[in-house]
């Protein structure tokens, strides 16, 4: 099990078998008394770990590796806690809602209902989308983008799923045909996707969760970015000419009242580094 650069999502035929495997053995290990996930032992964590190594040959040496199974974690617990406090919110009694379990043709239908309010369907199957982009890549010998994966996972038998699927593409077909104006770039196949599809924080629409692509630097935020240095130079020569920063002693003292080194002893060293870093971490 590998995991795709720059998506942090798994590449193998078996990646949904996978995911599946750490909902199971979340629900199975994690105790039911841990009401939010800094509630959960690292210890708890350590036994999934070792549990899917069973199955799965995986390098939790590997950072990315890491993050993607306890995100699969979190998100497994998450949702889990969610659906038992809906559960037993019905009911007034607690043994009353153990004895009523919930009903699995009920959520059935629950998901059937979510589904068709889908504006289209694909045609990748339970094959998660990066799959089938590394799969294609791999047999073509060139990466595929986004615009392109979205044709190849929403036709089958050579015509697509449905009119709205073919109306997608061609506004991305659309919007990569536009002349370009005189000293402008033209537009990623990224923010194209982003575009017609739409966004999501944190999800790439057709690809998951993950990193997204970084949004191109504004104008204003770089006017803005460079205000802020401005302020930090003129506050760092008021200093050097012996006139203290009010906002930097106020935050000292701040600091000094509220915080105890044996408690947090990180904290005492935002003293030590220049102004400008101080001021951009509080400011943050």
């Known amino acids: 099990m590998t995991i795709a650069p720059g998506a942090e999502k798994p590449i193998s035929p078996h990646a949904v078998r996978f995911s599946q495997a750490i909902g199971v053995c979340v629900r199975k290990t994690f105790p039911v008394r841990c009401l939010k996930w800094t509630d959960v032992g690292r210890e708890y964590i350590e036994v999934v770990k070792g549990d899917l190594q069973r199955f799965f040959v995986l390098d939790f040496n590997d950072q990315a590796m890491n993050r993607f199974v306890e995100h699969q974690m979190l998100t497994t617990f998450k949702e889990f806690r969610a659906d038992c406090h809906k559960h037993f919110k019905k009911y007034s009694d607690p043994e009353e809602a153990r004895a009523n379990p919930p009903n699995a043709l009920e959520q059935s239908r629950t998901n059937k209902a979510a589904r068709q309010k889908q504006p289209y369907n694909h045609s990748s199957g339970s094959k998660s989308f990066l799959q089938r982009q590394h799969e294609l890549a791999e047999r073509r010998g060139q990466p595929v983008d986004r615009v392109e994966l979205f044709r190849e996972t929403h036709v089958r038998a050579g015509t697509f799923v449905s009119q709205a699927a073919e109306d997608a593409h061609n506004q991305m077909l659309e919007l990569q045909s536009q002349p370009i104006p005189e000293g402008s770039q033209p537009l990623s ?96």
């Open 189 to 284: 196949e990224d923010e194209i996707c982003d575009q017609v599809l739409g966004r999501r924080p944190g999800y790439s629409k057709g690809l998951g969760w993950g990193p997204k692509p970084k949004a191109r630097r504004t104008a204003s935020a770089s006017s803005s970015s460079t205000s802020c240095s401005q302020r930090s130079l003129r506050r760092e020569k008021n200093v050097g000419k012996g006139f203290p920063d009010a906002a930097l002693v106020r935050r000292r003292e701040s600091l000094s009242r509220r915080i105890s080194p044996d408690v947090l002893p990180d904290a005492v060293l935002y003293v030590g580094i220049s102004f400008s870093d101080v001021l951009c971490i509080f400011a943050d």
